[in-house]
């Protein structure tokens, strides 16, 4: 059996186990906690594990081992963000949300604000959020997957996309919240799983000498040392200043992003307490933090023995770093069918990794179109629980439909950049206001609307007028030019821009509900009033 | 709870007390400046990364530069603070913010 063939059949039990999953969910949705939170009802290790399933997207796995792999050290500076940044949901943003939230986001924005247009603000930002990041998603699929099984064609891509999308709107229209956790966390103990026999087996080829893989893989680069320092991917010497200054412009973006984005918000919503939701972000930073440890192995360990010209002749961007190294130890250790499985493992679990994730965002736009856009701001809240799911499943539908036609149109277009600009809207829009919501007595509609539009919109404008859009090679579109902002992440100047409009649209306007303040503040910190746990 | 004699809501009345300001301190008082520490700690890290190069590139012992260890270092204190973040609030604010909440629920179902 060829590895395509094995990773097909093994991809085809992931997804066997998993709808099976999914209808057993349906069976248990019926209210509207359930399909938005899953009932409220999951354990801190399982909603831990869903988080890490939520957030260890392809982008993270395959392309920071790839990073790594072809540029040595800077893919450690994205993994380490990517980690950091879940100590501002713990801290500040989880426990108080889970109290005083329902099912979105905008339950917490606009709990003490005028609900119709705060909502409408968060719902767009919800959207627009989530598809950027579902579409970088599904185009990555189309590549990645094409890769792994042999499909090159382009019809065989876009087959690729299609099949990714029928089956994240499967897993969300029939399973909900519930369905879509159990797809998560099965997901991430297969990642993590995957990840740790890959990093053993290399770690056991150089005798469990960290400093001797770090050696060979710089010897392999030939960069020498340089690849062992940062400096050959992000605000490289000759991209001077400029380049630094987007460096920390994407650090920014990245460990202030993670608490605005609105899948992983959600997820806070599906533990029975707030001191739940504290425990499971805790295990999803165990988890997390383990995994992107292991990230570090694999892309050394496929700079040290696959090379990076073997790389970069598979994938320019080096996602296929890891599923070839697993090819490549496997051999080294166990002979040529050990390669051949263990390839088929990697690629049907980055597979499945890609799956989760799209199905996770479908599921938080959805929610976010159906409770705070349709619910409350064109029915004025008086949208029964049914209406509301049954708004929520023909969103899943429709956002599903449109991202799988995008996803095939943006085929061929370099939409990478979409994930890094996902991070810096959650950052810039969303944590603005609910950073002010939580904490700042004083603040008001105004300021919120203020602060999610001032955000989101501001980084948007500066992308479009960024190099990852126009005049370059990798840009979006390679043979225009018409930037002229220098920064491809635009977080340095976008992020204080959505902190300063929150706080000048509330100085400007004199509304302010003292009363709404103590309420979302008791609440918030005593769990009084929270939405207790579903039982059936 | 305390009596209600005035207009204000039963969460007016819990936001003044004594015990809820206690409990607002302790969760702030820990929070915000372990917040900003954690953030001028990355950010350090961030710059000297895009600034400091050759102090980065240090060689410690074997392969091991300074950079792999200041990046190993922000994990290992993501996770301290992570430990030591669910210690406190189990110690010092589980046990009154229960207390509030179940003042506050009798409370309302008077």
């Known amino acids: 059996m060829s590895e395509q063939a094995l990773g097909i059949v093994l991809f085809l039990l992931f997804v066997a186990a998993t709808l099976g999953i999914t209808f057993w969910a349906s069976r248990h949705t019926k209210s509207a906690a359930d399909f938005y939170a899953g009932g409220r009802s999951f354990s801190p290790v399982q909603n831990g594990l869903a988080i890490g399933g939520d957030y260890m997207s392809a982008a993270s796995f395959l392309g920071i081992a790839g990073i790594i792999a072809l540029y040595g050290y800077d893919g450690f500076l994205y993994s380490i963000g990517f980690l950091v940044a879940w100590l501002v949901a713990l801290l500040l943003v989880a426990e108080l949300m889970r109290n005083s939230g329902k099912y979105t986001m905008a ?38 997957v094409g890769l792994l099984f042999g499909i090159t064609s382009d019809e065989g891509k876009a087959g690729t996309i299609v099949v990714v999308g029928v089956l994240m709107i499967i897993y969300v229209v029939v399973g909900g919240m519930k369905g879509t956790t159990w797809v998560q966390i099965v997901k991430a103990v297969l990642l993590m799983g995957g990840a740790a026999l890959v990093t053993i087996m290399v770690l056991a080829h150089f005798g469990f000498n960290l400093s001797e893989v770090l050696g ?118 166990f002979g040529d069918v050990g390669g051949t499985i263990l390839l088929a493992i990697i690629a049907a679990v980055a597979f499945a990794t890609i799956l989760a994730v799209v199905a996770g965002l479908t599921l938080a736009s959805s929610s976010s179109f159906a409770h705070d856009l349709y619910a409350h701001v064109f029915k004025r809240g008086t ?30 277009l370099n939409v990478a950049f979409l994930v890094a600009l996902a991070f810096a809207v959650a950052a810039s829009g969303n944590l603005p206001a609910i950073i002010y919501s939580l904490f700042w007595k004083r603040f008001n509609t105004t300021g919120a609307v203020s602060a999610i539009y001032g955000g989101l919109g501001s980084a948007l404008f500066l992308v479009i007028f960024s190099p990852v859009v126009s005049s370059k090679k990798t840009s979006l579109f390679p043979t225009a030019d018409f930037h002229w902002f220098p920064l491809d992440n635009p977080g340095l100047v976008s992020i204080p821009i959505g902190f300063l409009a929150g706080y000048i649209g509330t100085v400007l306007s004199k509304e302010y509900n003292a009363a709404k303040y103590a309420e979302i503040e008791v609440r918030s910190l005593t769990g009084a009033g929270a939405e207790k746990a579903v039982t059936h | 709870m305390a009596t209600r004699h005035d207009e204000s809501s039963v969460y ?99």
């Not at chain 2, 702030?28 to 953030?39: E, G, K, N």
Request: zero cysteines.
């Open chain 1, 216 to 333: 060979t893989a710089a010897a392999q680069s030939d960069k020498g040392g340089a690849f062992l320092e940062p400096g050959l991917r992000y605000g490289t010497e000759a991209a001077g200043l400029v380049g630094k200054l987007d460096l920390i412009s994407l650090g920014l973006a990245l460990v202030l992003g993670t608490a605005g984005l609105p899948h992983i918000l959600i997820r806070f919503y599906t533990v029975p307490t707030a001191k739940d939701a504290r425990k499971s972000v805790i295990w999803g930073i165990g988890i997390i933090g383990v995994f992107y440890l292991l990230t570090l192995v694999l892309g050394f360990g496929a700079a040290a023995l696959v090379g990076s010209k073997a790389i970069s002749a598979q994938n320019a961007a080096g996602n296929t770093a890891a599923p070839q190294l697993a090819e490549k130890v496997g051999q080294i250790i």
């Open chain 2, 12 to 110: 007016e009345q819990m936001q003044a007390s004594p015990d809820f300001q206690e409990l607002r301190r302790r969760y702030r008082s820990w929070a915000f400046p372990v917040t900003i520490a954690f953030l001028v700690w990355y950010l350090l890290y961030v710059i000297l990364s895009g600034f400091a190069r050759d102090f980065m590139g240090t060689k410690v012992f074997g392969n091991i530069n300074v950079a792999l260890i200041f990046g190993i270092l922000q994990f290992v204190s993501t996770f301290l603070i992570a430990w030591g973040y669910s210690r406190h609030a189990a110690r010092k604010l589980d046990p009154l913010s229960d207390k509030l909440r179940a003042d506050i629920e009798g409370g309302t179902h008077e």
């Open chain 1, 107 to 144: 339950d917490v924005l606009a709990f003490r604000m005028s609900p119709r247009p705060v909502r409408t603000a968060a719902g767009v930002s919800t959207i627009v959020v989530s598809i950027f990041y579902l579409l970088a998603q599904m185009v990555g699929a189309g590549a990645l």
């Open chain 1, 383 to 412: 949208a029964t629980d049914q209406q509301e799911v049954r708004v929520a499943r023909i969103a899943a539908f429709a956002i599903g439909a449109v991202s799988i036609v995008l996803g095939i149109f943006a085929q061929s």
